[in-house]
Nanobody, 132 residues
Framework: QLQLVESGGGLVQPGGSLRLSCVAS????????IGWFRQAPGKERVGVSY????????NYADSVKGRFTISRDNAKNTVYLQMNSLKPEDTAVYYC?????????????????????????WGQGTQVTVSS
């Protein structure tokens, strides 16, 4: 079974940067589109970003566009989320997940990249806290 492990979270001041990593074990990530989600205390889990299996297609939530960048290195079995210009409202637990409903490594027709229903394997999460 595909296992995902997130790392790279921590405490950072507003305006700072962090790079999250999502590493797969047991199986290769090559065939999976990957999404990053986050969940703040008392709120629902929401999609942050998405990348197709090849890296050729990416998506971002409006709240992070221009600040966050998703990328992947399939040779290292890793997907990254570079987060710049962090704001207190970015504080949350961040999760990566593998899209198990994708077709040819990308979203199936009519699917939304930010819908958790599309994802079947989730990591345990990494805490990101943005505070002065």
């Amino acid at each position: 079974q595909l296992q995902l492990v997130e790392s790279g979270g921590g405490l950072v001041q507003p305006g700072g940067s962090l790079r999250l990593s999502c590493v797969a074990s047991e199986y290769t990530l090559d065939y999976y589109a990957i999404g990053w989600f986050r969940q703040a205390p008392g709120k629902e889990r929401v999609g942050v970003s998405y990348i197709s299996s090849s890296g050729g297609s990416t998506n971002y939530a409006d709240s992070v566009k221009g600040r966050f960048t998703i990328s992947r290195d399939n040779a290292k079995n890793t997907v990254y989320l570079q987060m710049n210009s962090l704001k207190p409202e970015d504080t949350a637990v961040y999760y990566c997940a593998a899209n198990v409903r994708a077709m040819a490594g990308d979203l199936r027709p009519g699917a939304s990249w930010y819908d958790p229903v599309e994802y079947g394997y989730w990591g345990q999460g990494t805490q990101v806290t943005v505070s002065s």
